[in-house]
């Protein structure tokens, strides 16, 4: 339980650990953001009372509605429904709730509202009545749209040791004219080039969305955090921004070889993460508050799945082939999920084989009564194969991921020719003009780079998705409303990505494909079908 304090924030000075980020100072322009209080057993438990509307011991909270006096249980019209988080109250539906902030509550000269009704200051007492019975200080008949709590003496105390804190329990971050979000990134280094890319994009963004008022008039501010010379010495000096300075969210960050342990670190503390950059999300952001930009290895590879099967081949005619390992042990177990899921529950042929002892005549003659080829090898193993498939009467169609072919392919045998199709998780053909022309004018006023353009772009997309989170959240921000907000975003239009869309359960904006076919004879790439293809 925390010490016996007075209700209100408390400001850490960034001293105490700024000086081990001075690469991060000289990008971020940091500044004070008051730090959430630590509540005590009591308001804690009221907390629960007022957000969720149940009791932390089990016991029965009922609320009754109306002139009918219905009873419904407390989860169904919570507390925070109405009031807001702040205890403001919005309006809704013509009805302003009244604001219960405590130092309203309790101001010694009473009030008098709109309709004339007049009542002195409240007290523990009171309020417990009014709650419970609807009237207010005075014995006054509240508004009927005021429903009646029904719950124990216990916890009604609760409730209102809480209510007494509610207007100072702000998650980190966030002021009535602030919020401040954090981004991780490679600063000094041989990456150093691109993280500072990287934030020139976010903090250019951020400042032309302040430019015009903020969010609710609310100004964002970035605090740019280095990544340290190791995974450890990263996380740690995430960890003292978060202690020191107040962070709400992180977006843009340069995660790549941290996704795991960062997110746990991100689920300890319940701070979102809005873009990171990041080569593959794998089934690490499973239950965190974590939104990606592009579809991770196995995404990838379950939509080359899914295209096998539209190109005719049975579930069964798919042969899967890789090295051992573990990374590649999570795709082929990606693809038979979605082979079975999609192709009628029967199960795909896999050849695993030792890296460095491809045995590439073995898995040719494997593909005699196949229609189809996922291989998920390196380039040269994928070569060797084709040379020996090249010379049957017919080709299988094989499937491969971009990711895993880092040169082109355009010397294969002439067979091929159109029979290679390669999954890549995002093209240039995603840059809407829109976008671009936003982008370029950015570009222009912040003094952008021409180099890392891609990751670049990744920044910017983070922004945008983080400042229409913060604006369909309302007024009314916290953590639990960004992420529900963003968790309503349905193809939303960066310029520079895929449409995105997330949910409850979807954590990858744009999760699916592009399908591009090798072509041979013009030494390119030539979409495949319809293009793009969502995980189905």
């Not at 400001?11 to 690469?23: E, G, S, V």
């Not at 007290?123 to 005021?146: E, P, T, W």
């Not at 041989?190 to 994009?201: E, F, P, R, T, Y």
């Not at 494997?366 to 090898?377: E, R, T, V």
Request: with cysteine; glycine share 10%.
């Amino acid at each position: 339980m925390a010490a016996a304090r007075r209700p209100g924030q408390r400001r850490i000075p960034a001293a105490a650990w700024r000086p081990a980020l001075t690469a991060a100072a000289l990008l971020a322009g940091m500044a004070y953001v008051p730090v959430a209080l630590a509540l005590d057993d009591a308001e804690a438990r009221g907390k629960q009372i007022y957000f969720e509307g149940t009791s932390p011991s089990g016991g029965a909270i009922n609320v009754v509605v109306g002139d009918e006096a219905v009873t419904l249980p407390g989860s169904a019209i919570t507390c925070v429904s109405c009031h807001g988080s702040d205890g403001l109250g919005r309006p809704e539906g013509g009805v302003l709730p009244t604001d219960i902030r405590w130092s309203e509550l309790v101001k010694t000269y009473g009030h008098v509202h709109e309709n004339g009704r007049r009542h002195p200051a409240f007290d523990d007492a009171s309020l417990a009545r009014s709650i419970y019975a609807g009237v207010d200080s005075a014995n006054n008949q509240l508004d009927r749209v005021m429903p009646i709590y029904q719950m124990s003496s216990k916890d009604m105390a609760d409730l209102i040791a809480y209510m007494k804190v509610l207007e100072h329990d702000l998650d980190p971050g966030i002021d009535a004219g602030r919020v401040q979000v954090a981004t991780l990134l490679p600063l000094q280094g041989s990456a150093g080039a691109l993280g500072q890319a990287m934030a020139q994009v976010l903090h250019g963004h951020f400042a032309d969305v302040n430019a015009e008022g903020g969010v609710f008039g609310r100004k964002i501010e970035l605090l740019a955090v280095p990544l340290g010379d190791s995974p450890e010495a990263s996380l740690d000096n995430l960890q003292k921004a978060f202690k020191a300075e107040g962070v709400f969210a992180l977006v843009g960050a340069y995660t790549i070889g941290l996704d795991e342990a960062l997110l746990t670190l991100l689920r300890d503390d319940n701070v979102p993460l809005v873009g990171p950059f990041t080569l593959d999300p794998g089934d690490a952001f499973v239950d965190a508050a974590a939104f990606y930009l592009y579809s991770g290895f196995n995404e990838q590879a379950r939509v080359l799945a899914d295209r096998a099967l539209a190109d005719g081949a049975a579930a069964n005619q798919v042969l899967v082939a890789g090295p051992a390992g573990d990374r590649v042990d999570s795709l082929v177990r990606a693809v038979k999920d979605q082979l079975r899921q999609q192709g009628g529950g029967t199960a795909p042929k896999v050849e695993r084989y030792t890296g460095g002892e491809f045995d590439a005549q073995g898995v040719a003659g494997g593909l005699a009564d196949s229609k189809a080829l996922i291989f998920l090898g390196g380039q040269a193993d994928l070569q060797r194969l084709l040379a020996e498939l090249a010379d049957q009467e017919e080709v299988p169609l094989v499937y491969v991921l971009s990711s895993l072919i880092p040169e082109t392919l355009f010397d294969l045998p002439a067979a091929f020719d159109r029979k290679i199709l390669v999954a890549f998780p995002t093209l240039s053909s995603d840059l809407t003009p829109a976008g671009l022309e936003e982008f370029r004018q950015l570009a222009e006023r912040a003094g952008l780079p021409k180099d890392h353009i891609q990751a670049q772009f990744a920044a910017f997309a983070a922004a945008k998705v983080l400042v229409e989170g913060l604006r369909r959240a309302g007024r009314d921000l916290s953590r639990v409303r960004l992420v529900e907000s963003l968790e309503e975003l349905y193809t939303f239009q960066t310029g520079v990505t895929p449409p995105l869309t997330y949910g409850p359960n979807r954590r990858i904006g744009a999760r699916g494909a592009h399908i591009l076919a090798v072509d041979l004879a013009n030494r390119t790439y030539t979409p495949f079908g319809d293009g793009w293809y969502d995980v189905q």
